[in-house]
Each structure stands twice: as C-alpha cells, then as structure tokens.
C-alpha cells in the first residue's frame, strides 16, 4: 500500500519544466475526493469575487451573500453603516448559529428571529435576552466573526482564509489595468448570464488559459485576434493572457507612460488563482466567476460592466456568448473523455499552455 501512495503523489506531480512534464492526471477532473479536498485546500484559502460597490448602493444597508454557493456556501452579510463605513460579517449568530439575514434590511441593529440576539452594523454583541447570571459574558466570540473585505477600484472581494495578501494578489492587474476608466463602468445586467456546464471548474479553466484553441474553436474571435503573436505573462497570484488585434479592430488607446504603448492591444484576459477572470476590453470589463457545484459539475457567472457602450461594435457580450458556448461544447467533451480508461494524461504545448502548465502547479502543490 505504501508503494501505492507513493505512485499516485508520483502521478499527480507537475514538474517545474514545462517541457518534460505531464499535464493533471485524468483521475484529478473525475475523483469525488479529489473535488472535496479542494474546497477546503483551495477555495477557503482564496480570495473570491463578491459584487461592486455601485450595486451596493452609498444608504445604509445590509445584505445577505454567500462565498461561493453551493461550493464553500459561506452565508455572509455585506453592512454598510450610516458612516460609509463597509464590513463583511458572519451571517451565523454566535449564540446557536441560526441565519440572521434572509434579505435586505435597512435597519440600525441586525437581530437573531431565533432568541432576540442583537448585533451592531459592525458586528459587535448589543444584547442577548435571557442571558442574565453567565459567567465570562459577552466576551469577544461573542461578537460576530469578521471576514476580510478588499476593493478593486469598485470591485470588492473577501475570503475566509485567504493565503496571499490582497495587496499581492491584485498588484499585478492593478499596475496594467490603472489607466482605464473602471470606476465608471456599470454593470449591464441585460448582457450578464450564467452558465451550467457538465464540466469540471478545473477543465473550464485551462481552456480558458490557453489560446491553441481558439482558431479551431472559435472562428470569430480568432478573425478579430492576431494568434500569430500570442502572449501569456504569469505573475505570482495568476496570469494575464494578450490579445493583440488585427488590423481594423478596436484597441485600447495606451498612454505613452504604460509598458504596452505603441501596441495595439485588443483585450487583456486577466485569471486570479484560483477562479476568477477579468476581462478587459476597450468597450469595458467582463468579470468570468467559476463556481464548482460537483466534480463533473459548474456553475459559470459572467458579468458586465460597460465603460463605453459605443465601442462595443462586433466585439460585444453577445459575440462573448457565442464563445462561451463554444467553450462549453469543448470542455464538456473534455470530462466525457477524461473517463477513459485508456487515456490517462497529457503533455503541454509549451508555448501555449504556460499558464495551464502554472495553475496544475498552484492547484497541486495546494493539494
């Protein structure tokens, strides 16, 4: 038994170059166990996508969210005081872990339905009825557990646990992307969607890092895209591929400070270890969130955010469905076939799938 364990560690490695080494092994996109362990081992020691502050709102209010549903599935309250102030809190009572929030209130004190328990906006214990004569009470746990709470310019994110600092984590994206005009993007809901694919996350994004595909899957972006100078940069928390455009297509106009100016630059496709996706496009964002439901099962939310509706033109949220159905068929063809008890793993293209070859790594030495 002991050889075994050593075999399967042996199989599920990813060596450092990506010349000599195996893709994840098929085992890894089909294991219940597998699928699990990266719940706790992944995904609560991640930062993860929670909404933008424009859709918070600048009233007092609390909401009720939740960190990855259906996954993690952390009920949490977004609570914006009087004083502008934001927190991210449990939204599990301390007393005997009821809900406390099933909707949004604008109320001055968030109360337990349960037993009367009473927090402030900011989490702090007020009042519990009942609890009169206890010793050592309320102390600290008894207020509510606070989650860090990190913006993107207006795009906020949290995490349980998260392993990486969020200065680290966004400083790449953030130095590329400063010059464009986020603060003034607001989500189309319209153009916004969410997919189900028979897939697991983990297939959904190595298709998404890597362009080999794209002239034999996707035939209108690849007439919009010069593949021919493909381009993937890798940074510590992730990696942005480049889209550079074919002649006649909109580009992002760059200041000359900026280290791609003179290029033209149709899109910068940004992934965050370990599921998250900003795109980046001259019209505006769309902010790709992968959501693991099951080993063979996720959830994709796609969300839009326009900046500048008249230079949407032919590169639009509706070409973006087209190609994300496109991807859908691939990858679900992928999980059918990752089955096989004759295939058993891969090699790398290792011009193009350097940051496929980059998240097997992040994902294994996780795991």
Known sequence: MPSQKIQERADIEIAEDITRSGTLPATFYRDPQ?????????????????T???????????????????????????SREESGDLHLLSNV??????????????????????????????????????????HDFPSEKDDLPTLALERFDQFLFSGIYPELSFEDFIKP???????????????????????????NWALYVDNYLEGLHIPFVHPALASMLDTKDYQTELFSSGNVQIGIATDGDDA???????????????????????????????WGISVNVIEPLAVDRTRVRFLTYVYDR?????????????????????????QKGVRSRLYKRGRYAPQWERGVHQFHRMLTDRL
Request: negative net charge.
């Open 173 to 199: 994206m953030l130095a590329r992307t400063g010059f464009l005009p986020l603060a003034d993007a607001e989500l189309d809901s319209d153009n916004s969607r969410e997919y189900l694919v028979n897939a």
């Open 34 to 50: 597998i699928f699990e362990q990266q719940k706790e081992k992944v995904f609560a020691k991640s930062w993860q996508y929670l």
């Open 310 to 334: 008249s230079r949407m033109g032919s590169y639009s949220p509706e070409s973006i469905n087209i190609t994300e159905l496109e991807d859908e068929a691939v990858v679900e063809a992928v």
């Open 52 to 78: 933008d502050l424009k859709s918070v709102g600048e009233n007092a209010i609390q909401i009720p969210m939740t960190i990855l549903p259906d996954s993690l599935s952390e009920p949490v309250i977004l």
């Open 252 to 282: 992002f106009e760059i200041p000359e400070s900026h280290p791609d100016s003179g290029r033209k630059i149709a899109a910068y496709y940004y992934w965050l270890f370990p599921n998250t996706m900003f795109n980046f496009y001259p």
């Open 93 to 134: 009572c301390t007393h005997r872990g009821s809900i406390l929030l099933e909707e949004k209130k604008h109320l001055s004190r968030i109360s337990c339905r349960y037993h009367g328990r009473c927090f402030s906006t900011c989490g702090k214990y007020v009042s519990a009825p009942g609890f009169e004569g206890a």
